[in-house]
Structure formats: structure tokens, C-alpha cells
């Protein structure tokens, strides 16, 4: 991930692949992507948007949420840990969840 304000990003994407090609690397076109911070991007299970900030409009912040892919497989875990059987005392529950949520 390369953060770039008000500058072309294809410039620093060239100086990349060819710092990359000296240590014998590749950088994969397919995962390679330019995007901009307002429309937002998903890193490492982060969904991360720039947005104004709440206190000072004018002003922007980078915001973190979980991603929906990330949400989804939690979600998937938890259903698998608990399962449908709802006879199960709460403990016992909660005793399968911790280790889910704590990862």
C-alpha cells in the first residue's frame, strides 16, 4: 500500500516495480490497483474510508471499519461455534464464543 496526496501515482508505481525488479521481485498486476482514499479500499480485513471528520467538516480523517468480507467470515465462525441448538445454557455458549471473538 502507497499513500500519495495531490501527486500522480503512476509515477510512484514505475519507481516501485523498478526498486522491486533490483531486489528480484514482482509486483502482481492483478492485486495492484489505484484507488482513491474517498471512494475507500479494503487492507488486511480494514475497510478504510476518508471522510470529513465529525467535529470539523473541512478537515479529513481516515476511518476504519471491518471489511464486509471480514464481517461475513466472523459472522460464518460464530454460526459454526454456536450452531441452531438454542437448549444450550448461555455459559456453554459463551464458552465456544471467546475464543471465535478473540481470534
Not at 471512494?39 to 480485513?45: A, M, S, T
Not at 468480507?69 to 464458552?95: F, L, N
Amino acid at each position: 500500500m502507497i499513500l500519495i496526496r495531490r501527486k500522480a501515482p503512476e509515477r510512484y508505481l514505475h519507481q516501485l516495480k523498478t526498486f522491486l525488479a533490483k531486489l528480484r521481485l514482482t509486483l502482481s498486476e492483478e492485486k495492484s490497483q489505484v484507488v482513491s482514499a474517498e471512494g475507500g479500499f479494503d487492507f488486511l480485513g480494514v475497510r478504510l474510508v476518508l471522510k470529513p471528520t465529525r467535529r470539523d467538516q473541512s478537515r479529513k480523517f481516515c476511518y476504519g471499519f471491518p471489511s464486509p468480507k471480514a464481517m461475513k467470515s466472523i459472522r460464518h465462525q460464530i454460526r459454526t461455534a454456536v450452531g441452531r441448538d438454542h437448549t444450550k445454557p448461555v455459559d456453554v455458549g459463551i464458552r465456544y464464543l471467546k475464543p471465535v471473538l478473540r481470534g
